[in-house]
């Protein structure tokens, strides 16, 4: 019988304990990148292999990362990035139960052992990595009991490492409401436990009892916005698609521009008016009207963008680079823009702003306003705005402008 030539992993000398010091994050997350994905490339071939290499990363990770300065959250970021990543193929690995026994004993020694939480994910996750309900009940069975101690332990403050992955083997095992009446025995109802309650309820079909139940878990320190993603979740997927909008969906936008929230809000509503949608959403922010520029711009409601950026400042950027694609399709809406750009400019708007800035929203309003025949109109208005005050911000622009203002009013006297 021809034996199997053992598999040579990268990754394990790169993550010996102690091997990154106290200003290694960088590196540290660079090198954890590269382990992942040698890890998952393995996994699409072998499985069991690729499930093999994320549990001795798993295990790798508190020992090497143990010295560095973590204050800046980039390396516990990178952590929470690689472990999503991970205990998927973990659980999906075919594992036998001889192996998956050794995996999660050598887990949770792992988690025992982590200094600071990385692993916490892992926990969360336990009842999936068990790999089947029998198992899971096996662990539930173990870990119960000391969760209940510390729940019940007249003197509060006791700590349990395995509470998430008690709470998520009785969920797996179908435990439904032994895990409620435990999560009932809290003292500090926290959304982290509580959450595994409303999948309970789902699972037992008890979708507006699920609704109220994550309802009740709002605190003055829970994360308001996973509860309110829950609920909505819940209620689109019984079809109560306006019910959902109304009360959760513009709470629970993400992105990390104001249109990236709107396309979130969007994609979630199809049924829903894009218009109605960005009303909306402008709505929840008072005073910062002109942040949704872009986001009407995007949706074809080119007078709606220029009404917003007129109440409330926009970076004359974004304006003048909407000036420069529009000047051709939309020259009206690209005159808009420039000038709006200026006035914000003339304000002391713009991050880092520079005399070039400056001379690009100009010309795009000339060449808005050569499109538009109206070029000696522009001009007065420009001169109108930079009259207005004696800021140093409009002094800024007004020496910024004076060389370009005044060939353009050379070649205007020629003509």
């Known amino acids: 019988m021809v034996r199997k030539k053992a598999h040579k992993w990268t990754f394990p000398v790169r993550f010996r304990a102690n091997a990154y010091s106290w200003k290694a994050s960088r590196l540290a997350c660079q090198r954890l990148r590269e382990a992942v994905s040698e890890i998952k490339k393995v ?24 010295h560095i300065d973590t204050s800046s959250g980039a390396l516990g970021s990178a952590v929470n990035k690689a472990l999503d990543d991970l205990i998927p193929v973990i659980v999906k690995a075919p594992a036998d139960k001889k ?38 009940g096996k662990w539930a069975d173990d870990l119960v009991t000391t969760l209940r101690h510390c729940w019940t332990h007249p003197n509060p403050g006791n700590y349990f490492h395995g509470t998430t992955a ?26 982290h436990y ?53 009360r959760y969906g513009l709470s629970v936008a993400e992105g990390n521009s104001y249109l990236a929230r709107f396309r979130s809000v969007a994609k979630r509503y199809p049924m829903k008016d894009k218009a109605e949608i960005l009303a909306d ?19 074809k409601l080119y007078d709606l963008a220029l009404e917003l950026v007129s109440m409330s400042p926009c970076e004359p950027k974004t304006l003048t680079r909407a000036a420069r694609g529009y000047v051709d399709k939309e020259p009206e809406f690209a005159l808009g823009s420039a000038m709006a750009a200026l006035r914000w400019l003339c304000e002391g708007w713009g991050y880092e702003a520079t005399s ?15 499109k538009l ?14 009259d207005s005050t004696e800021s140093s911000a409009t002094l800024f622009v007004r020496q910024s402008l004076a060389g370009r203002m005044l060939s353009h009013h050379s070649l205007a006297k020629k003509a």
């Open 43 to 66: 996994a699409k071939k072998e499985p069991d292999l690729g499930g093999e290499g994320a549990v001795r990363l798993v295990e790798k990770l508190w020992p090497a990362l143990e």
């Open 99 to 136: 192996v998956r026994d050794k995996w999660l004993e050598r887990l949770w020694q792992a988690m025992a052992d982590d200094g600071v939480d990385y692993l916490s994910p892992v926990g969360d996750r336990w009842g999936e990595l068990c790999g089947s309900a029998d198992v899971a």
């Open 166 to 191: 008690c709470l998520s083997c009785l969920l797996v095992a179908g435990r439904y409401q032994e895990l409620l009446d435990l999560l009932e025995l809290c003292r500090y109802p926290m959304w």
């Open 194 to 246: 509580r959450r595994y309650g409303v999948e309970a309820l789902l699972a037992l079909g008890k979708k507006a009892e699920a609704v109220k139940y994550a309802e009740a878990s709002r605190g003055l320190n829970e994360p308001d916005s996973a509860i309110d993603q829950a609920c909505e979740e819940i209620l689109i997927s019984s079809g109560l698609h306006e019910e959902a909008y109304r």
């Open 281 to 299: 959403l402008i709505a929840t922010t008072p005073g910062q009207e002109g942040k949704w520029f872009a986001t009407a711009k995007d949706i």
């Open 356 to 370: 070039a800035d400056v001379l690009e929203a100009y010309d795009r309003a000339m060449d808005a306003a050569a």
């Open 373 to 386: 025949d109206n070029v000696d109109e522009v001009a007065g208005w420009v001169q109108q705005l930079l």
